[in-house]
């Protein structure tokens, strides 16, 4: 099963040279590869930064390096909302290659400015680091498992807080625990959109039976069009409590709130 760490880094209005850097520090997840999971394989890598709107954007390549590491894997930011930069072949996105990582090895993760830029408008970058787990149990592909194809359409219960640009250090998550699965059946994550997410920004789902402790961070934007995070080793959930998670972003202007619709698209089997 995968398991994420999110590395984020504040950008404050201001002028930027090409070749200055910026540290991105762990955000959500472990800082370090876990212990205590048995083997863990390197997925992928996804970098970005939240807003697109004018006077916010810089452009930047954010290098990963675990510890065990002489090079590290170097990927091009670009907006979380445009339509294309979660794709798999997009300058974000990095494959880990099946990598064997060291338990308790570290991640150093740095951005360093591509081009001259003055903003006028805060925003922030990030680096998402997916991580298997192969002893908890996982659907290796669920775009091809034959099953019964299932949406869930969750509506947060109370609104969330939709962050300020620049506020990345401060933000925190909004958790619901919800049981919206049905008995008798298995689950496995393909895919998911939001309605009224208020901006862009992650959608987390942690705590539930099988999972292990294990947390999945998925990165989303509000746009319909925009090609989704591909969902690969994804856990086998049944019914039972489990937590939905928010930390979503403005664009600009002050933080603000929102009800968040999730559509969740699962292929379930019969147990």
Known sequence: MIDSSLFMVDIPAGTYAAGDKLTLDIKAGPAVVRSGRGSALLKRATVGIIAQTSG?????????????????MIS????????????????????????????????QVEATCLVAATTTVANE???????????VSSIVDPDTLPGIPSSVDFTAPSTITVHAPGSSSSATWDVFNTDFFKAGYEYALQKLEVVNSGGNGFIALANAAGMAGLQRIIPISGVPEAIRNKVEYATKLVKG???????????????????????LDFVKRKV
């Open 76 to 107: 091009l930011t670009a907006p979380l909302v445009t339509t294309t930069s979660l794709d798999e072949r997009s300058g974000c996105v990095q494959r880990g290659n099946d990598c064997p990582l060291t338990p308790n090895s570290s991640w």
């Open 56 to 72: 916010a954007l810089s452009y930047w390549k954010v290098e990963i390096k675990n510890s065990d590491w002489i090079d590290g």
């Open 125 to 135: 970058m990030f680096a998402l680091i997916d991580i298997d787990y192969p002893a």
């Open 241 to 263: 409590p489990m937590d939905v998670k928010f930390m979503m972003f403005v664009s600009s202007g002050s933080a603000s709130t929102a009800t968040p619709e999730v559509i």
